[in-house]
């Protein structure tokens, strides 16, 4: 084919089909590949190698894993209508019209104007942004700006609508398998034949694990690929069995409550409309097998983040996997047997491997010697010092090396590839172990953190209980399927526990798997510098800054973590981790189990925002609650706003009316003939029970016990704490029985509060509470005109509104609807609440509307209501309240019984700080100029002339204008403000305006005497 | 996510309930005449301990009933479930409860504690 292709080897059985061509562009260049391929393995396979610029130096980087411990090849992905950053092209799924672009680059990969920081390199170390960006401290605005546009992974795509489909899905299962390598596949098949409910989730689109890599030799005599195919088939087939690819566990937590992304249809070309671009699992498992292999380690020496360097195991698996050879002439830098299959791999696809360097001085095995009789060059105890190129390796400095003394012990041999495989042994995938806490024990033998397997709900397997070698990988997972199986047996009799698979067996070349560790190799050179020698090749954190760390006096392992930001970035610091700690470890002549290792935390793999989200956006993102009234107010133009979930009828503005003008309009009609407000959204209880009374009389702070039926009275409700937590009438309805009604907002917090006193603290009150806000509508009549509209809509007794008192309540049929009217009033005029059965409320709310029309009755919504409030100084709880202002606070005083022994809050109130003259209380302002209305939540001082920090005085709790009293009136909470009345205040304003004079007055601001009230 | 066996409903996703802070304060009436310190205690302090921990728990978006339940706040095991107004009968559940400094408190000394009553 072309010579863009020329890295693809002859086919060897990968999972890629070469018959089938896919079209992509990367960076807006055409590209082809095959079915079956990974963004990375294509782009590798025309020799592109450079895709990203690194986060901090944007230092040229290349592809350098194969999964999802990758930290350099991050990139975008652009689609018709939004944009995803930050994904791996290593896990990338290419497919007919992908379209990707690099990130962190500008304004090319090739050319970077940032790489200038590679240069300044020595201004940026640990701890960069802590000492850098100190001072002064009003600078912090200038230089956060530039930082965040020079740093930070990736661009968030504007839209805020996506048109691809998340969703979440909830199962259970007996256990869950996670990866299907060797042990996976072996855990999984045994226990599909016990019949119990198997799970097994793998992050790669297909089944095998490491056997997709290394599958040269035989399974029960039969070859691997094989084996494996088998193996998958009889999962897929098992009933009991849910086999899901493509799908990462991200998180486990307690009592195995697992979530998996399982990313559905993000690999196709043409979207399936049908089906979600990811799903979310949330999935509990009864017992939890953990078979996540393991990751191979970098080597830390100067260059190592050079393009064309690579880990070994990755090197393999594109040759295996996807017929791609990275580089033709290659060179090995290994501590371990494993990178001599890499060898091999490469000299069987036709590279040219020029020698392996190992640090050990005299490695031994089967796998050694075949690779020897090939005639491979191996530099025993050796090791590459530095490598050197522009945007990719050119050559590297090889030389003896003592890994006792850290030190090279030769002169240095310079040579020349464009391939470097390095491999510094291997970390067991420990991540989900560790985020169920459990503990990790350090391995001398293969230098790894395994897990301690101790728990009995979860166990880890294979590679990621720090087993390596084949052979023994089957035994244990034959083993642990089995106690498994065993102690699932005991909770579900359906299990079958007999032995049914038996070991496989195979024949592999033997390796030795003691990897000699050497966490950093020493340069020894005055002209090589270890501020190259990057242990986390994401966050651009390099073994310099580790040991600047140390000599700034921080010695624990989370510190040095969070001071370098090593393994902080996205990938979590997969590959980098342990190098870390192992330098870490040196440096503090401190073995690395006395060092210890940081804790992994979910997610594994980030989790996208739109998974998490699922069904959960626009429209179905928080219930809409509406009242049977609101297609009228609809109909009648009326705007709302939210009121917690309600959404409440604002204002009604006619044509061409501003807001201020509808509100003056409403406010000025209920004041003068009649107004009609929808107030179904109150908090409504009904409390029944023989002890109802003395339980209301333990709430409240007044006294319940004594109301009589058919009487209303206000009652103001404290926390233990004695601080005022909610507010509402409550009416006695019989002996037995009373109706509370609460604000709408703290409905279900006053319903939980009534239920938790009734549960956990007075056992012995029989009193049964129910919520009925939403059985009732509520239209609230009030305004001069009230009693007469009232006596028009009765459809029988129309004299009982001849003698109908403040605060009582009668029940009677309006428009033969049955109703129970309160004559309460929160507005200052005479007022009835008429309560109905809430399926009448729309019928209600009509019939009022039409037979009030000749008393020039109008509706009004929330804002006229504040407005009229605040007219007469009532309280609205969470506005003139935030949970310190007591009874007193507020001036009301007469609220609180002194004849009852205790109530919820009684003594609290007694504390000699709440009876401080000098707290914040209740007052009223009056502005010098009338038409000024002071912004809510703006400050009061005395003198506006003072030196900054001012002292402040108080808040402004509520403002408005009133059109009845054509004034601007606010209600504020200041300092002794109940000693102040005639003082005057000053409110300062922003950017430069003039302060807000105001008079401190009574906030009862119309009708100081109640007569419109009771009248 | 915890499994919490809700001693009404069964077993239940954590989410379902919501945690209700320590068990057994018992609540000091105002004619006590405490001090402000003694009654501060009541008030404003917490206890928050290491290992076994007894607290109260409703399940709010179930049966809506409170229970008292026995957790060990390092590993998240629940070693007891109880009701409302009796006292833990583990081991590590009577321990806990003696370990707490209330049991020390003046407060506590003349409260009453919320019993169990029948209805």
Redesign the interface.
């Known amino acids: 084919m072309n010579r863009l292709l020329s890295h693809r080897i002859s086919s060897n059985g990968a999972v890629i089909d070469r018959q089938k061509l896919v079209h992509f562009e990367f960076d807006q260049k055409k590209y082809t590949g095959y079915e079956g391929d990974t963004l990375a393995s294509a782009l590798l396979a025309h020799g592109i190698h450079l895709v990203g610029r690194s986060f901090k130096y944007h230092r040229p980087r290349g592809i350098f894993g194969s999964g999802s411990e990758e930290p350099n090849a991050l990139v975008r992905l652009i689609g018709d209508k939004s944009s995803e950053p930050n994904l791996r092209a290593t896990q990338i799924e290419i497919y007919d019209g992908l379209i990707a672009e690099s990130q962190n680059r500008f304004p090319s990969l090739k050319i970077d104007f940032l790489s200038i920081n590679n240069v300044f390199r020595r201004f940026f170390p640990a701890g960069f942004y802590y000492k850098t960006f100190m001072w002064p401290a009003s600078f912090w605005m200038f230089y956060e700006k530039l930082i965040r546009k020079a740093a930070g992974l990736g661009k968030l795509s504007k839209k805020y609508h996506r048109p691809e489909r998340y969703e979440h899905k909830y199962a259970h299962c007996d256990l869950l398998v996670v990866g299907s390598g060797a042990a996976g596949l072996q855990t999984a098949i045994i226990a599909a034949k016990s019949g119990a409910r198997v799970v097994i989730a793998d992050e790669q689109h297909r089944f095998g694990g490491w056997l997709l890599t290394d599958n040269d030799f035989n399974i029960n005599q039969i070859p691997a690929a094989s084996w494996v195919h088998e193996t998958v088939k009889n999962l897929q087939s098992a009933p009991n069995v849910t086999c899901l690819s493509r799908t990462t566990v991200s998180s486990m937590m307690d009592d195995n409550f697992v979530i998996m992304a399982e990313r559905v249809t993000e690999h196709l070309g043409k979207k399936d409309m049908l089906l979600p671009k990811q799903r979310l699992w949330k999935l509990r498992a009864s017992k939890v097998i953990l078979a996540t292999g393991a990751i191979e380690r970098p080597l830390v020496f100067s260059g190592n983040d050079l393009p064309g360097i690579m880990l070994s195991s990755a090197i393999r698996t594109y040759i295996n996997r996807y017929d791609v050879l990275s580089g033709r002439r290659a060179i090995i830098f290994t501590n371990n047997d494993d990178a001599y299959f890499t060898a091999l791999a490469i000299h069987k696809a036709g590279g040219f491997v020029r020698c392996i360097v190992d640090l050990r001085v005299n490695p031994k095995s089967q796998i050694i010697t075949k690779v020897r009789k090939i005639g491979i060059n191996i530099l025993a105890g050796h090791a590459v010092i530095a490598a050197h190129g522009l945007r990719h390796i050119a050559s590297v400095d090889i030389a003896k090396y003592n890994s006792g003394k850290q030190a090279p012990t030769s002169s240095i041999l310079h040579m020349d590839c464009n391939l470097l495989a390095m491999s510094g042994g291997l970390n067991p995938v420990v991540h989900l172990h560790s985020q169920r806490k459990g503990k990790l024990v350090w391995d001398e033998r293969t230098s790894c953190y395994r897990p301690d397997n101790k728990s009995d709900e979860w166990v880890s397997v294979g590679a990621a209980n720090g087993t390596f070698e084949l052979e023994r990988i089957f035994i244990e997972a034959t083993k642990i399927a089995s106690t498994t199986i065993m102690k699932l047996a005991k909770e579900n009799n359906k299990i079958k526990t007999k032995e049914l698979v038996t070991v496989p067996q195979i024949d592999k070349d033997k390796q030795n798997w003691t990897p000699l560790p050497t966490w950093l190799i020493q340069a020894g050179q005055p002209h090589v510098s270890d501020k190259t020698a990057f242990v986390d090749f994401q966050n651009d954190s390099t073994a310099a800054d580790i040991k600047l760390a140390v000599k700034e006096g921080y010695s624990s392992v989370e510190h040095v973590k969070r001071y370098t930001t090593t393994g902080m970035a996205t990938d979590q610091g997969k590959t980098s981790n342990i190098n870390a700690i192992g330098i870490l470890a040196s440096c503090l002549n401190k073995s690395i189990a006395e060092t210890g290792v940081t804790t992994f935390r979910p997610p594994y793999t980030p989790v996208s925002l739109g998974a998490i989200a699922g069904r959960n956006i626009g429209g179905l993102f928080d219930p809409v609650r509406k009242t049977r009234m609101h297609s009228w107010h609809q109909s009648n133009g009326a705007k709302f706003e939210h009121v917690g979930q309600w959404m409440r009828a604002w204002y009604y503005p006619r044509d061409g009316e501003s807001f201020q003008q509808a509100v003056n309009r409403e406010v000025y009609a209920t004041r003068h003939y009649a107004g009609l407000l929808d107030a179904s959204t109150l908090g409504k209880i009904e409390v029944k029970g023989p002890d109802s009374a003395e339980f209301l009389n333990r709430v409240y702070t007044n006294n319940f016990a004594d109301l009589p039926i058919g009487k209303a009275r206000y009652g103001l409700m404290l926390k233990e704490d004695g601080m005022v937590f909610d507010d509402g009438v409550t009416t006695r309805l019989a002996e037995d029985h009373f109706y509370m009604t609460t604000t709408t907002g703290g409905a279900a917090g006053v319903l939980s509060w009534l239920e938790e006193l009734l549960q956990t603290e007075w056992l012995d009150l029989r009193v049964y509470l129910t919520s009925v806000t939403e059985q009732w509508s509520v239209a609230s009549l009030s305004g001069p005109n009230s009693r007469s509209i009232l006596t028009a809509c009765m459809s029988e007794n129309k004299n009982i509104t001849d003698d109908f008192p403040f605060m009582t309540m009668k029940k009677s049929f309006i428009a033969g609807i049955p109703a129970r009217i309160f004559r309460i009033s929160f507005t200052g005029e005479m007022a009835f609440e008429i309560n109905v059965p809430a399926r009448y409320g729309a019928a209600l709310w009509s019939h009022l509307m039409k037979i009030g029309k000749e008393f020039n009755l109008t509706a009004y919504g929330t804002e006229a209501m504040h407005v009229l409030r605040a007219e007469k100084g009532f309280i609205i709880v969470g506005q003139e309240t935030d949970g310190t202002v007591t009874p007193h606070d507020l001036d009301m005083g007469w609220i609180i019984s002194n004849k009852k022994s205790d109530f919820i809050g009684k003594r609290a109130l007694e504390r000699k700080s709440m009876n401080e003259p000098q707290r914040k209380q209740l007052v009223g302002l009056l502005t010098a100029d009338p038409s000024k209305v002071i912004p809510e939540g703006a400050h009061a001082v005395l003198d506006p002339n003072q030196e900054m920090p001012m002292e402040m005085l108080g808040h402004i709790s509520s403002s408005y204008y009133s059109p009845n009293l054509k004034h601007s009136i606010a209600l504020a909470l200041l300092k002794g403000g109940l000693n102040r009345k005639g003082q005057t205040v000053y409110i300062p304003m922003l950017d430069g305006q003039q302060p807000i004079e105001a008079k401190i007055v009574d906030p009862v601001f119309f009708d100081k005497k109640g007569e419109r009230l009771r009248g | 996510?915890?499994?919490i066996k809700c001693p009404f409903c069964g077993v239940r996703?954590?989410s379902e309930f919501s945690c209700?802070g320590e068990a057994h304060i018992a609540?000091?009436?105002?004619?006590l005449k405490?001090t402000?310190k003694i009654?501060?205690e009541y008030?404003f302090m917490k206890y928050n301990p290491k290992g076994v921990f007894l607290e109260?728990w409703?399940h709010?978006s179930g049966c809506?009933?409170?229970f008292n339940l026995a957790r060990d706040t390092v590993?998240?095991e629940i070693i007891e479930i109880y009701p409302?107004?009796v006292f833990p009968k583990t081991v590590k559940g009577k321990k806990a409860y003696q370990a707490n400094w209330r049991r020390k408190s003046k407060y506590e000394a003349v409260s009453k504690p919320?019993?169990?009553?029948k209805?």
Do not use: Q
Request: glycine share 6%; aromatic share 6%; hydrophobic share 25%.
């Open positions: 996510m915890l499994k996703d954590e209700g609540r000091p009436t105002t004619d405490l402000d009654f501060s008030l109260r409703c709010t809506r009933r409170w590993s998240h409302m107004g919320a019993k169990r009553t209805k």
